[in-house]
């Protein structure tokens, strides 16, 4: 099986919906973020405070590029799309899922999380952030699925029937 990419801002779900969908597809299952975690034993909020994000995207480009060549659902971070050499990767190696979230979907899901040090800014930073990636995952998905007011299991149920198909 082809690597499967689950891309999309902060909150769009990729590591809840990436988890299920492994285990419904029976294959592994890869989480960026908890690789970087793993391999510099450091949460991402002390990567951030520590050494900034300038070194947190090498990690996140390292663990990319280490990740298996087949056989996984790889939940990416939502700022995996601000290198273009990581999408170069993951158009080349696998199929690219978005999951479309508008930001007053993602707003309600992230309103008491403290894991996400860009989503500790102001609601205008936020706003841009949001309104200049999506360009970027759009451009890049060969598969597109909006989450706002969809169940997780939906969600699974739709991504393995639209991966089917490609
Ligand atoms: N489809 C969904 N409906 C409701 N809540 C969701 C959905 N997808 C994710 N969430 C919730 O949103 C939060 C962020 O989900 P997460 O999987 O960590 O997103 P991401 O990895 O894209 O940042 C979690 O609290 C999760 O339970
Ligand atoms: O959007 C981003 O730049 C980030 C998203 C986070 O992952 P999630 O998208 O899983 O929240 C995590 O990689 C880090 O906090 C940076
Ligand atoms: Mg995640």
């Not at 707003?107 to 996400?116: E, I, N, V």
Request: hydrophobic residues 35%; aromatic residues 8%.
């Amino acid at each position: 099986m082809k690597n499967i990419f689950l891309i999309g801002f902060m909150g769009s779900g990729k590591s809840s919906v990436g988890k299920q969908l492994s285990e419904g597809l029976n294959c592994d299952y890869i989480d960026t973020d908890t690789i970087i975690e793993t391999t510099h034993n450091k949460t991402i909020p002390e990567i951030f405070a520590r050494e900034g994000e300038a070194s947190f995207r090498k990690y996140e480009s390292n663990a990319l590029h280490n990740i298996p060549t087949e056989n996984c659902v790889v939940s990416t971070g939502g700022g995996i799309v601000e290198r273009s050499s990581n999408i170069d990767q993951m158009v080349e190696t696998g199929i690219i899922v978005y999951l479309e979230t508008d930001f007053r979907t993602i707003d309600k899901r992230l309103q008491f999380d403290t894991s996400r040090p860009l989503w500790r800014k102001n609601k205008d930073e936020k706003k841009q952030l949001y309104d200049r990636r999506i360009h970027l995952y759009q451009s890049c998905a060969a598969i597109t699925v909006s989450t706002d007011n969809k169940l997780i299991d939906d969600l699974v149920f739709q991504i393995t029937s639209q991966v089917a198909n490609e």
